[in-house]
């Protein structure tokens, strides 16, 4: 987990940002981790020339977040009806001070703008992902993780 706290979330706390999915530019499609690992998929569905960005979030279980990394799952699948129950938007409008907004009730919507065609993570970001994993497995001795 990085030192930097990415965005801090009433209900979540500080969400740190944990590994970039899509990248173009800037980071697209990332994940954030919480003090207590738990996963969540960032979507980027606006950006509004660096005042004010939209996500579309999902908390994602262990085995959704490997089946992205591994390429078994596209990144909308975290996002399908059914799927997750935490599924919210973010908008951080920026200012002298950063202002967050939470909403559950344009979540349909911005669902409906996600891509038509899956979207998996870039394999050079995932081969990175994956080495650190692997390392990371090594060194503690986690022998139940599954990254194959």
């Given amino acids: 987990m990085g030192d930097d ?3 801090s979330i009433e209900d979540i706390g ?3 940002l944990s590994a970039v999915l899509v990248y173009f ?4 499609v990332f994940v954030c981790i919480d003090t ?10 606006a950006s509004d020339d660096e005042n004010k960005d939209i996500w579309l979030v999902s908390q994602v279980k262990e085995s959704e977040y490997y089946d992205i990394i591994n390429g078994r799952s596209s990144i909308q699948s975290v996002y399908e009806e059914g799927e997750s129950s935490n599924i919210f938007s973010v908008t951080k409008i920026y200012g ?11 979540v349909e919507s911005l669902r409906t703008s996600l891509p038509k065609n899956d979207v998996f993570a870039d394999s050079k970001v995932l081969n990175e992902i994956l080495v650190k994993a692997r390392t990371t497995r090594m060194v503690s001795g986690i022998g139940s993780l599954s990254l194959s």
């Avoid at 530019?25 to 697209?28: F, K, L, N, S, T």
């Avoid at 207590?36 to 569905?45: L, P």
Wanted: no cysteine; charged share 30%; glycine share 0%.
């Fill in 5 to 7: 706290v990415f965005i």
């Fill in 25 to 28: 530019e800037y980071p697209r």
């Fill in 36 to 45: 207590y690992d738990n996963k969540y998929i960032f979507y980027e569905m």
């Fill in 96 to 106: 002298e001070e950063d202002q967050i907004i939470i909403s559950y009730d344009n």
């Fill in 14 to 16: 500080e969400l740190y």
